[in-house]
């Protein structure tokens, strides 16, 4: 009876053993990596000037940076103002995209010099522009230096 039992048991682990090995778990952690945890994430850094058509600066107007693939556009997180040398910076970090989308708002009317038409314009982003990652979640940091140019309202 202490056969039939032992080898009972062991056509069970067998078979057990290899229904796991199908589903692809594994009993053995021996060697392994560790499973991490996280999401992966970048930090972007956006400056420039905005001027008119005559490379004149353009100051008060909003600057927003909405990533790629960001479900809430319209609610823009990340924007900024033009300073009175039309100069602006945007940080901020999130999921790594592969490009960002610039809004530039005319908002105060008249009071910058003129009513301008609203722009927007597409940063793509290339991997090879992502510097300090470490490799892990860290994606890296992205710097774009911009210079804009706003068309008057007629």
């Known amino acids: 009876m202490k056969t039939f039992y032992n080898r ?3 056509w069970i682990n067998y078979l057990l053993g290899s ?7 594994s009993c053995d952690g021996i060697g392994e990596t560790p499973d991490e945890y996280g999401t992966p994430w970048a930090t972007y850094q956006f400056r420039g000037r905005v001027l008119d058509s005559a490379s004149q600066p353009i ?6 940076a909405i990533p790629a693939n960001d479900g809430m556009a319209l609610n823009a997180r990340d924007s900024a103002r033009t300073d009175a040398e039309g100069a602006f910076l945007i940080e901020t970090a999130g999921f790594p995209t592969s490009s960002f989308e610039l809004i530039i708002e005319d908002t105060d009317g008249e009071a910058n010099g003129g009513q301008f038409n609203n722009m927007s314009t ?5 991997d090879s522009e992502y510097q300090e990652g470490d490799g892990r979640w860290y994606e890296g940091k992205v710097t774009r230096e911009l210079e804009i ?3 008057k309202q007629e």
């Open 149 to 151: 140019h706003m068309e």
């Open 19 to 25: 229904l796991l090995g199908l589903l692809g778990f």
């Open 8 to 10: 009972s048991l062991n």
């Open 122 to 126: 597409l940063i793509q982003i290339d």
């Open 59 to 64: 100051g008060n107007l909003r600057v927003k």
